[in-house]
């Protein structure tokens, strides 16, 4: 299934940031579409992580900043909101929908007592299902919108945001969590 880049006016400014890199991950990997990043993100997470040791887990890169294991739950539990307003949006629901504060998710998450292979094994399955979810819809259901944190967003702009918001979180596990 391929789907497009959303336009401009199919998401909320800040979502910018994850569609770009998205973009530039299908580039940078080769991938023949969206699709493919998406199918690829759950075995680039695995490989990434493959050797990191407990204490490296549950390691924050600065003062007031998340653990690995903190980031990598966020992951899942973004990807799980996104879902969800994708496939409002996809089944026409235009019920305005709020927003969530991932911030005051995290301390609840009960990630540092979790385990990477654990949080490995949940993205793989939460992965499978967002690629489920998105694999019978056609060009109509992607284009339609739902309203998210006021905004109006359509679900083909939800899937770029999945795979955006997870390339962006694995470069920051690269370049923050791993590079000590």
Known sequence: MHIPRPASDEHPTYAL????????????HGLADLTALLARQPADLAALLDGVTPDVA???????KWTLLESLVHTI????????????????????LPGYEQD???????ANERTLASVIIEFGAVRASTMA??????QNALAR???ASGRDVS??????????????????????????
């Open 155 to 180: 679900a083909r702009a939800l899937a770029w945001m999945i795979a955006g918001h997870m390339d962006h979180h694995l470069r920051l596990t690269r370049e923050l969590y791993l590079s000590a």
């Open 145 to 147: 919108r739902t309203v």
């Open 58 to 64: 549950t390691h924050s890169y600065a003062a007031g």
């Open 104 to 110: 005051e998710w995290v301390p609840f998450s009960g």
């Open 17 to 28: 940031t994850y569609i770009d890199a998205a973009e530039q991950a299908i580039a940078r």
């Open 133 to 138: 979810l998105l694999s019978p819809l056609d």
């Open 77 to 96: 539990d973004s990807e799980r909101v996104f879902a969800y307003r994708l496939l409002r949006a996809a089944r026409g629901d235009r019920t305005p």
